[in-house]
């Protein structure tokens, strides 16, 4: 990773990370020559949390990056008494940086009695002292719309894009394989940069951990040896396993698996090593992912480049609409 050239003042700048993806903020601390900031964490003797920032941010414009990964719940409060200690000392700006939206999925009111979670949330962020969001790839886009603070919802696609051009996969014989009508403008975009042609499978979850992929998708992807299959986020790996063996039985003979948000929990490392033709699963460093949990065809895309670019042209006041999520590549007004 190219390390970018101080443009900012590091005296007007102050930069933090919570404790669940620090390697991450390191490495945007790093592109953009900002040191990274200490932050004191513990916890009193009755389980409450303690945190302090270990510098001063009065007037100054202050980064505090966290994504919600489990145990999410502990990462939540700790974004938000680091955003309120921030607010609290005077900071000038105070901007959330949050790689990973899990709430992003909570989007709308299903059930009878339930949260629109991901709405509360972003009230919490701006109450606790956020005056500007930035995240990556939100599972739902229109989750966007619940921020009353400027929101810019980043996009790992480029990242994706270059990394499978630079493979020399994407020919005549790949087609891109989206995994439900909900992936598909995601997909769609990235074959687009890639040249290729686009698949999008009928999926039915039948409960949280379990899928049902029509065989529709076989028609679809006749005539291929090798598929790209995008989605934003992989959890526990049932829906991209079962899809993986649905194009398999089609005749597709190689398989690389893209995804934004890797969390790989639960059996999701066995269930994917166990299709064979899966060749490289490539995903971001959005969510932290321990040495343990890695199968040895995993590639790991850092964005810090794309976190530490958009922070940049923020701060100087200059266009980010190219790493929207959903740009189509307009120049910002």
Request: proline share 6%; aromatic share 6%; net charge neutral.
């Amino acid at each position: 990773m190219t390390q970018q050239q101080p443009q900012l003042d590091p005296d007007e700048v102050r930069f933090f990370s919570g404790r669940s993806n620090r390697p991450l903020a390191q490495g945007i601390a790093n592109f953009l020559g900002i040191p990274l900031a200490k932050t004191n964490f513990g916890k009193y003797t009755n389980d409450t949390l303690h945190v302090q920032l270990g510098a001063s941010v009065r007037g100054r414009a202050v980064y505090i990056v966290q994504s919600l990964v489990p145990p999410v719940s502990d990462h939540l409060l700790e974004l938000l008494m680091m955003l309120d200690i921030a607010k609290g000392a005077a900071a000038r700006q105070v901007h959330a940086i949050i790689p990973y939206f899990s709430y992003a999925r909570s989007d709308k009111k299903d059930a009878p009695r339930i949260s629109i979670t991901a709405r509360l949330i972003a009230d919490l962020l701006k109450e606790a002292g956020a005056t500007h969001v930035m995240t990556m790839t939100l599972h739902s886009p229109q989750v966007h719309g619940f921020f009353s603070v400027p929101t810019d919802p980043l996009t790992a696609r480029g990242l994706l894009a270059q990394y499978f051009y630079e493979q020399q996969i994407a020919d005549e014989t790949t087609i891109m394989v989206a995994p439900d009508a909900g992936a598909a403008k995601t997909a769609g975009r990235l074959a687009d940069q890639l040249g290729l042609p686009v698949a999008t499978a009928l999926k039915t979850r039948v409960s949280d951990t379990t899928v049902r992929i029509s065989n529709q998708i076989k028609r679809q992807v006749d005539g291929y040896r090798r598929a790209i299959v995008h989605d934003d986020e992989i959890a526990t790996g049932g829906t991209m396993a079962e899809l993986c063996r649905m194009i398999v039985s089609a005749g597709i003979e190689e398989i690389y698996i893209a995804c934004t948000h890797g969390l790989f929990l639960g059996k999701a490392p066995e269930r994917l090593a166990a299709v064979a033709e899966i060749k490289e699963i490539v995903t971001t460093d959005t969510v932290p992912l321990p040495p343990e949990r890695r199968l040895p065809n995993m590639t790991i895309l850092s964005t810090a480049p794309v976190f530490g670019g958009a922070i940049l042209q923020n701060a100087t006041r200059r266009s980010i609409g190219d790493l929207f999520t959903f740009w189509e590549g307009e120049e910002e007004e």
